[in-house]
């Protein structure tokens, strides 16, 4: 020092600390609890959790939403989390509420977020309407203020180290009712740091929500698809049957938390499950397939094709490759190959043919021709060519 002293690095550093110097003043931690009355709030977040589906392990996301006063807990875990998503758990959550808070506290999502953040934060238009419908507002914590969505935040370590130690669920729908339960059991539980029972927090809280409409209506999504040749609608990589009509047209989908609608028009409309997952999988129901050993109906034969395999049939297979590999119009073959049999004697025109099948010949000029050669050398024979 300037004195001449010698001094420590952590002596110096402890002095600095005590006097406050380059020091930022200690200000008091604060408290939101004036915030929470009965029916002011419910905070929802999501958090990233690995859950094991159906013998799978899914990198899924835990959506849960908690009432700040009496601390009633709801949660659900879903494969992906979007606006659609949102939406669904929101309404489940309310529902098992029987009412709606004032408001519900975000974090600064994009599923949820215009612009803006913390008190300057703007909705998307849908999710607005969808808040308004219910009967509350969107309100989002400032960034880095953590501790205003505390309520939410601190559930997700006690559902990942008890409801998921250990656990394995058949399909998504027995995880979320397995989640269900459990709510039921944990809001049920005393709470040492509440010094009270939440279901008996929530006897209190409850006539201050505001009660819900007396309709609900289904959350949805739409989505415009064209029916591929094999009659299926591809959506979130898994396909999806229609009848055989559907082919080639357009068709609306209506996706719902648990089905789809495939709608063409008002009196035609199919109806799956809906998988959550995109598994790339074939969903078929048995109606749009024709039962086995039928196959589809077969077109009619053309007359002429009808006239050659009753004068030759043995003409069967030649005339199935003519339709698939000839290079005319369909018709216009049939119509010459019936020509080639009415005209020409039977044995050098099913020699020829036997030939051109053999080599894969399908040009039925050059097939006359051979015709004609064998017709010159057994038929026209002239003097001197038995020699």
Same mark, same amino acid.
């Given at each position: ?140 914590? @400032? ?6 969505? *505390?309520?939410?935040? +601190? &559930?997700? /370590?006690?559902? =990942?180290?008890?409801? %998921? $130690? ?120 048995? @109606? ?6 039928? *196959?589809?109906?077969? +077109? &009619?034969? /053309?007359?002429? =094709?009808?006239?050659? %395999? $009753? ?75 038995n020699d």
């Amino acid at each position: 020092m300037a004195s001449g002293a010698a001094l420590s690095y952590p002596a110096l550093t402890a002095f600095c600390r005590r006097e406050g110097i380059g020091q930022e003043p200690v200000v008091p931690a604060g408290s939101y609890d004036h915030l929470f009355e009965p029916g002011a709030e419910l905070q929802h977040d999501t958090s990233p959790h690995e859950v094991t589906v159906g013998g799978r392990k899914f990198k899924a996301q835990t959506a849960s939403a908690v009432l700040c006063y009496s601390r009633m807990l709801f949660f659900q875990i879903q494969p992906t989390f979007q606006r659609f998503d949102c939406k669904v758990f929101l309404t489940e959550a309310l529902r098992y509420l029987q009412g709606s808070p004032k408001r519900v506290m975000i974090d600064n999502t994009h599923v949820v977020v215009l612009h803006g953040t913390g008190r300057h934060m703007e909705p998307v238009p849908e999710m607005a309407a969808f808040a308004e419908r219910l009967g509350f507002r969107f309100v989002a914590h @400032e960034i880095g203020d953590a501790n205003r969505s *505390g309520r939410v935040e +601190r &559930p997700f /370590h006690f559902i =990942e180290n008890n409801f %998921l $130690a250990g656990r394995t669920f058949a399909t998504w729908q027995d995880l979320n009712s397995q989640a269900r339960q459990w709510c039921e059991r944990v809001n049920a539980t005393y709470k040492k740091h509440l010094r009270a029972i939440p279901r008996e927090l929530y006897a209190v809280e409850r006539p201050q929500l505001q009660p819900l409409p007396a309709w609900i209506p289904e959350v949805y999504r739409l989505h415009q698809r064209m029916v591929d040749v094999e009659g299926y609608v591809s959506l979130h990589s898994n396909r999806y049957s229609v009848p055989a009509s559907f082919i080639g047209r357009r068709v609306e989908v209506r996706e719902t938390r648990d089905h789809l609608e495939i709608e063409l028009d008002a009196r035609h409309i199919v109806r799956h499950q809906r998988i959550a997952t995109p598994d790339h999988v074939r969903v078929t129901l048995p @109606e749009h397939r024709p039962p086995r050993g039928e *196959g589809p109906c077969k +077109r &009619p034969l /053309h007359p002429e =094709e009808q006239a050659i %395999l $009753a004068a030759v049939p043995q003409l069967a297979p030649y005339v199935e490759e003519l339709k698939r590999k000839g290079r005319k119009v369909i018709a216009l073959l049939l119509r010459q190959l019936l020509r080639l049999v009415r005209e020409y004697p039977r044995e050098p025109f099913l020699a020829a043919l036997d030939e051109a099948a053999r080599y894969g010949l399908y040009d039925l000029d050059r097939v006359e021709r051979m015709i004609l050669r064998r017709v010159a050398r057994e038929y026209f024979l002239l003097e001197g060519d038995n020699d």
